[in-house]
């Protein structure tokens, strides 16, 4: 059964068109993540929710917002997508707490975006 | 700040050799490393952790080992397999961010097992 579930699995949009990607999970974590992966490089951190609270990285553009609106759902908004946002987006999960804190993340199977 | 540095980015062995790869972290503080495997177009699965605890962990065919004086530890995979082909990412948690639970992504390695 998929855990972490990211729609849609591949995005075309044009150049400054906005966009949003989903991800929703099953496992009731409350820490959510979303990654930028380009080709042959390592996941790169955009921002993550501790439950509700919003933590973003220092050098994550404007043009990427997100949103939570409950635990089980995360969105990525991209403003205004340029040919260089075109890139895997991965949203990850984990369990963070005091009784039974999870050590792993769990990654969905990303959304792939592609900028024309 | 935090960086982690993996070697080789490549390493291309025959099949049923052994492979190392080899990350360093800066952190001192760190104290999770998972390691994941990412097949082309698929999502990073981890393979294998290990806390700072604890020196060495073994699950089958796969081991970590942590050197934490050095900061540095090692993926070792023993009598590979075609499969066991995919980039393999080391990373570090510093303990700064244990509540978050960010981690440090290496640069990655390309593992290929000819038959």
């Known amino acids: 059964d998929a855990m972490v579930i990211q729609n849609p699995r591949y995005q075309v949009t044009q150049f400054g068109k906005p966009v949003t990607l989903s991800c929703s999970q099953t496992l009731n974590h409350n820490v959510m993540y979303w990654y930028q992966q380009k080709s042959s490089q390592a996941p790169k951190l955009l921002f993550h929710y501790y439950d509700k609270d919003f933590n973003n990285e220092a050098d994550t553009p404007d043009n990427f917002q997100s949103r939570r609106p409950n635990t089980s759902f995360c969105f990525l908004d991209i403003r205004s997508p340029g040919l260089g946002d075109a890139a895997m987006y991965l949203c990850?999960?984990?369990?963070?707490?005091?009784?039974?804190?999870?050590?792993?993340?769990?990654f969905g199977p990303g959304t792939r975006l592609t900028v024309l | 700040g935090e960086n982690v540095e993996q070697h080789p980015s490549t390493l291309s062995v025959q099949e049923g050799d052994s492979a190392v790869i080899k990350c360093t972290y800066s952190d001192s503080a760190s104290n999770y490393f998972p390691w994941y495997k990412q097949e082309l177009g698929k999502r990073p699965q981890l393979i294998i952790d290990i806390r700072s605890n604890v020196g060495e962990k073994k699950d089958q065919r796969i081991a970590v080992t942590l050197n934490k004086t050095a900061k540095h530890f090692s993926l070792h995979i023993t009598e590979t397999q075609p499969e066991d082909s995919a980039v393999y990412f080391c990373?570090?948690?510093?303990?700064?961010?244990?509540?978050?639970?960010?981690?440090?992504f290496g640069q990655g390695t390309e593992l290929s097992v000819k038959p």
């Open positions: 990373a570090a948690r510093p303990v700064f961010y244990n509540q978050g639970g960010k981690l440090i």
């Open positions: 990850a999960t984990r369990l963070d707490s005091v009784l039974a804190g999870v050590d792993e993340q769990f």
